[in-house]
């Protein structure tokens, strides 16, 4: 393709750094050319940053150098200018002391990047859970045209003739071997068969969440979600990718075009349908606090009421992501939305079109895998918002995940101080706990973790486990990963380590849960609340310097999203002032 300048319909903003003659056009364009990038692909064609989170530490992330390339040649068929960024990437599975800090960290990090950088379209290269919705809430914040391509999940892992679920399998052998059902052998020889392929999860993890609320949202082109990560047409993926931003610059189709209140409205009734992640709350609400868009818990509550979840995966069902890429993937569960009348069928999306023109021919190819609605895993699968003395700015739960036995539930807490007192205390024979109990975590928030880790799916004691009890109701103000399951208060809010009331709950005072009626009460009176309340002071002592003392001191409660207070709003993407 030749690229004819006049086809633009105004100037790019790279070229306030490359076009011209001046000393500082030269100076920026001279150093590229260093590359051997010959002069007339700085004539005013768009240079689209592959904004890459790849990482040899980022296990989900590790193949996306392959898929770069990719991008990099649909951009180049399209009349673009490719230029790799590796940008920062939050590992789930090797960052402490939480992935979850440094989301927002990322976010900030991709928005100076992009902002002080002459790009303009990004494609957001992304897989491991943090990568996706920071990248996003970067973008979000500059406003340049963005994309999102995901790295795609692993293939099943097979174990003795069943399905290994990663992430979820985890937490079932770990607790077969506190049971005594499993040995440590046959455990170590599972591990082998959880991660057999680059890739994300290959459950309904927060990986693969959030690649799928990227595609509700309209933010990636339809059908990416769920090609696995080592199938030949996730490359195909990336590469119409690359060609489609470079139309979506000329277009100057942006984030904030996208990204609307009908938007997020179908992302979180998609997140009901497929039996998402918790996560999944705190990402979207941190995102809509970038663009400005008026989104809260209570929305989470009212769209996810009604959505039957019609996704047959782990951690809710049986199958994986591979199996749901061939019944369809996504498509057909929008699609079952816009024939429900729960889909905002002009929504737009990346491709310039409305989704419901993305989808309305999608086929569901396995009815065991995506389910007729009168098979739905549960009618009501949307995450529901607890609400009460013990969590007056919301608490949540997945529905889908929980035992039904358990949704109303009066049991006497045992309290654990935080993940150190858990893990010392709950494989101790004499601890004082049945399975009517209701086992209470503080300090794992935002702040008392702090980063508000994945600790909230606690493991029950090796006790109870051996009376073949699998779930018991858990409160904390952490999260889940969200290959875990169980009927699991999360995200109480306001945290422990806020003086929220859970801080003052005390092991022998009785709780009670009622899903169905969203409440979540702690039996004492108020003026009992006042009383502890005025008697407490914060066990958690603040970090002394570096970000994680600029996170505690700015983060707000999982409630509005755990984003930091000064990032939200998006700033825009105004040229920063030559030095040169």
């Known amino acids: ?69 990719k991008v990099k040649a649909g951009v180049w068929e399209a009349g673009g200018f490719p230029v790799e960024v590796p940008v920062f990437s939050a590992s789930e599975n090797t960052f402490r002391p939480t992935a979850m800090m440094y989301r927002n960290l990322a976010a900030m990090a991709v928005e100076e990047v992009m902002r002080a950088q002459p790009i303009d379209g990004a494609v957001l290269l992304v897989g491991c859970d943090k990568t996706t919705p920071s990248l996003m809430m970067g973008a979000a914040s500059t406003d340049i045209p963005s994309i999102v391509v995901t790295g795609g999940p ?93 139309q979506m610059v000329k277009d100057d189709l942006k984030p904030s075009d996208i990204l609307t209140k009908q938007a997020f409205e179908n992302a979180i009734r998609c997140n009901g349908a497929i ?74 999306t990346v491709s310039g079109l409305g989704i419901w023109d993305e989808v309305k021919e999608a086929q569901n190819w396995n009815e065991d895998v995506i389910l007729p609605v009168d098979k739905a895993l549960t009618a009501s699968g949307g995450i529901a918002v607890l609400r009460g003395n013990l969590a007056p700015k919301g608490a949540v739960l997945k529905p889908s995940a929980a035992s039904p036995h358990l949704m109303q539930h009066r049991g006497r807490a045992v309290v654990f101080e935080d993940i150190d007192d858990y893990k010392a205390r709950i494989n101790d024979d004499a601890l004082e706990i049945d399975e009517t109990c209701i086992m209470v975590m503080k300090n794992c928030g935002p702040k008392g973790y702090p980063g508000m880790s994945e600790v909230g799916n606690m493991g029950l004691p090796p006790k109870i486990l051996k009376k073949g009890i699998t779930d018991m109701v858990r409160i904390s103000d952490a999260r889940m990963s969200g290959t875990a399951y169980g009927t699991v208060v999360l995200h109480t809010a306001p945290e422990a380590a806020a003086g929220g009331p859970l801080a003052i709950v005390r092991t022998g005072d009785m709780i009670e849960l009622d899903v169905a009626a969203r409440r979540i009460h702690l039996d004492l009176s108020d003026a009992e609340i006042a009383a502890r309340l005025a ?36 700033r825009g993407n105004a040229v920063p002032r030559d030095s040169h």
């Not at 004539?43 to 904004?51: A, E, K, N």
């Open 535 to 570: 008697d407490w002071t914060s066990p958690v002592v603040p970090p002394v310097g570096g970000y994680p003392k600029l996170f505690v001191s700015t983060v707000e409660g999982a409630d509005t999203g755990a984003d930091l207070d000064f990032l939200k709003g998006a």
């Open 154 to 246: 692993m293939l099943n892992g097979w174990f003795r003739g069943e399905r290994v679920g990663s992430g979820t399998a985890l937490w079932q052998m770990s607790e077969d071997i506190k049971a005594g059902k499993m040995s440590q052998e046959d455990f170590l020889e599972a591990e082998q068969a959880m991660s057999r392929s680059s890739g994300t999860c290959n459950t309904m993890g927060t990986a693969s969440t959030m690649a799928s609320m990227a595609e509700a949202l309209g933010m990636a082109l339809s059908g990416n979600a769920a090609i696995p990560g080592v199938d030949s047409r996730r490359k195909v993926m990336a590469q119409l990718t690359g060609r489609r931003i470079v």
């Open 275 to 348: 039996g998402g992640s918790t996560n999944a709350v705190i990402h979207l609400l941190a995102l809509a606090g970038r663009c400005g868009v008026d989104l809260t818990l209570d929305d989470w509550d009212r769209l996810g009421r009604d959505v039957p979840t019609i996704v047959n995966l782990m951690p809710s069902g049986k199958y994986l992501m591979e199996e749901f890429f061939y019944a369809g993937g996504l498509p057909v569960v929008l699609k079952r939305l816009g024939e429900a009348d729960m889909l905002h069928r002009d929504a737009l």
């Open 1 to 69: 393709m030749t690229f004819q300048p006049a086809d633009w319909p105004r100037k790019l903003r790279s070229q306030e750094w490359y076009g011209g003659t001046s000393r500082d056009t030269i100076y920026h364009r001279g150093w590229l050319k260093n590359q051997g990038y010959p002069h007339d692909l700085f004539d005013g064609r768009p240079v689209i940053g592959i904004l890459n989170t790849w990482s040899e530490l980022t296990p989900c992330n590790g193949h996306l150098r392959d898929l770069a390339e």
